[in-house]
């Protein structure tokens, strides 16, 4: 689809940050064995139009094995809610937690068109509760678990980061007395603003035809935070030309305004869908700064 002519008009960004030095967190290690896949809803996801594979929203699991630190993160890949970038945002990135001692889960959601929302944070919300409700089954604190998200899969953790509850406390199902409110955000490239700078067709396929101004109000993220948004780690680059790095600003200026500690890497170059960027030596080292980030805010403490 092409991008409409407005979408580049705004001036890209960059910023420079302290690094915080962590050891390097690159050791090679042997290939993982197949993850565990558990379904969210055993019995069926509650609105699911049939009882295909794409009907099932389910997590692939990768607890720690070895050094723990006790923290998780609950992983969304992107694809636009179209379609699941798994490996290069899930998979490898869940890989690269477990290397920090963080648990990680990554999170197969329904997608458009099929689906609209709800469906997609309550697949979210949903994970987030199973993540929370098996913490001591991994030897993870309920009180430090994130969630990860990268362009669509952003702006999904930027919903669950603004619009979630405390649980059902007298609910038959153990799950969701647990709360979705995850500690903290990662957001990667992400999609906050619908109209303005985001992705037209990431939003189409999550809204539909006509969606109604008042939905689209509440789900263009930055308007929506609040001083209870968990703290958060931006990462965007100057020349995406899929998703513009205003997006990220956005969202971060609006933690600012509401006093939650937030911090912002906008690199010069890396267009759009970069992920872990192994393979660039400068775009590479948004992980560590992540880490950095991470054991700074309290996140990489042992249990």
Known sequence: MPLPPWFCSRAPVALALAVISLPALHAHAAPAPTPQ?????????????GDNESDKPRLSLFPVQGNNTGAAVLVLPGGGYQMLAFDREGTNVAEWFNKLGVSAFVLRYRLGPRYHHPIEIGDASRAMRWVRSHAGDYGIDPHRIGVCGFSAGGHLASTLGTRYDSGAPDSPDPIERAASRPDFLILGYPVIDPLGTGSVSTFHALLGDNP????VQQLSTDTQVTAATPPAFLIAASDDPIVSPQNSINFYSALLAHGVSAELHIFRAGGHG????????ALSQWTQLLANWLQAEGFLHGK
Do not use: H, I, S
Request: a negative charge; aromatic letters at 8%; glycine letters at 8%.
């Open 37 to 49: 896949t558990v379904l969210l809803w055993p019995n069926g996801a509650p609105g699911a139009l």
């Open 212 to 215: 109604d101004p008042n939905l």
């Open 274 to 281: 970069f992920d872990l960027a192994k393979e660039d030596p």
